[in-house]
């Protein structure tokens, strides 16, 4: 397989409520990575309680200040009613509590329970870390979130343009809305066709009017890309197309994945010709991230989105204040759970923002207009 180019662009996109991350190799987007402010993300660290037992299993429920419950698989579990540091693995999703694990850290004597003990830590950090010398570019938006990431890294950080979409500009918002595709285009004319199940993900390899073989060799390359720009983990099948010489494509699976941070293992071949492999679940995937259940875009999605356009509605069209309309659904989330992103929207809009409820929207349909 030719050598692939090395991540080196990093970009930083915060608005309302939420801070996007992008890492790029030329114009390919490596990996997305959203951080929504009310939401607990990985790597953060969190005084909880152990409140109950998991039946039939070695784990118990961690109170830990979210929805529901924390798991934390464990051994020997502390008696109930302990307090204990955990960090977390995988964010809530559903009606699953986050998934846990014991930290040693120290704990203040006055910490309450539960508490945030320590933040996640900065994916640009991560970033650096992992490509040391090979990252040439840092830009953010807008100037003040530039001037943060400067405070920590120095003045290699370049700032967008405040008024434009930094992601937008980048290709990034393309790259998203093309990991939420079930189809990938391969190459030379086939397809990987990516399906979630319950159980698996799913990869079907279709090779369209091209040769069997480069069909199969190209959806190695992009099995391999799109679960780390997508954050698939778990138990994966790619049902590969038989060729003679399908018992090389695990190895080159293996050399694949060689270059992704997060742990891949390669089980190999299973006897009905499907490569079988798991991926370390590291935070949600971008599916879980921006979608429901059904796979269309969640309501608090499109209300970051919409607070996204009305600031920069107001930024570009110079609008003392802006009205934006939408679903009632989307429209409760903003005066609720949301309320914090709007009133940080509100405090770059000084006109202020209205918020319109119409029942006829669908729930993507949004409309942002000066007041």
């Known amino acids: ?16 409520g939420e801070t996007r991350y992008a890492l790029l190799a030329g114009e390919a987007v490596v990996e997305v990575i959203h951080r929504r402010d ?21 784990a118990v429920f961690v109170e830990i200040g979210d929805t529901v419950p924390g798991v934390l698989t ?18 809530a999703r559903g ?18 329970v539960p508490s945030l003990l320590q933040v996640s830590s900065e994916p640009v950090t991560e970033w650096l870390t992992c490509y040391d010398q090979g990252i040439a570019r ?23 343009d405040d008024d434009g979409d930094l992601f937008a500009a ?51 390359v992009a099995v391999a890309a799109e679960l780390r720009r997508r954050n698939i983990a778990g138990h994966i099948l790619v049902d590969i197309i038989p060729t003679r010489r399908r018992g ?34 590291l935070g949600l995937s971008l599916r879980e991230t921006l979608c429901d259940d059904a796979g269309g875009l969640s309501a608090a999605s499109v209300a970051y ?28 989330l903003l005066k609720g759970a949301l309320k914090p992103a709007l009133d940080e929207a509100r405090d770059i809009v000084k006109g202020g923002i209205v918020l319109n409820p119409r029942a006829d929207f669908a729930r993507t349909r949004t409309d942002v207009r000066a007041a």
Do not use: C, W
Not at 3 to 8: C, E, G, K, L, S
Not at 74 to 91: D, E, S, W
């Open 138 to 160: 840092i830009t953010a938006t807008p100037r003040r979130e530039a001037q943060r990431l400067r405070t920590m890294l120095g003045p290699a950080v370049t700032v967008g």
């Open 95 to 112: 009606d699953k509590g986050a998934e846990l694990k014991v930290v040693d850290v120290p704990i203040p004597s006055d910490a309450k």
């Open 305 to 332: 989105r919409l607070l996204r356009d009305a600031v920069r509605f107001a930024l570009t069209e110079k609008a003392a204040g802006v009205t934006v309309s939408a679903a009632p659904e989307v429209v409760a």
């Open 74 to 91: 464990i051994k020997h579990p502390p008696p109930l009613g302990t307090a204990i540091a955990v960090t977390v693995t995988v964010p």
């Open 1 to 16: 397989m030719a050598a692939r180019q090395a991540p080196d662009t990093i970009l930083v996109s915060r608005s309302p």
């Open 170 to 220: 980048e290709g990034v918002d393309e790259a998203i809305e093309a990991g939420l595709q079930q189809v990938v285009p391969l190459p030379s004319g086939g397809s990987l066709i990516i399906e979630h199940t319950a159980a698996v993900v799913a990869i079907d390899v279709n090779s369209g009017p091209s040769d069997p073989g480069q069909a199969n060799g190209e959806a190695i």
């Open 38 to 58: 009310g939401e607990m993300q990985p790597g953060a660290v969190y005084l909880g309680r152990i409140t109950a037992r998991v039946p039939g299993v070695n």
């Open 248 to 281: 090389v494509l695990p190895r080159q699976l293996a050399e694949a994945f060689s270059d992704d941070p997060v742990t891949a293992h390669i089980a190999g071949l299973t006897p009905l010709g499907m490569i079988e492999l798991s991926r370390q679940r």
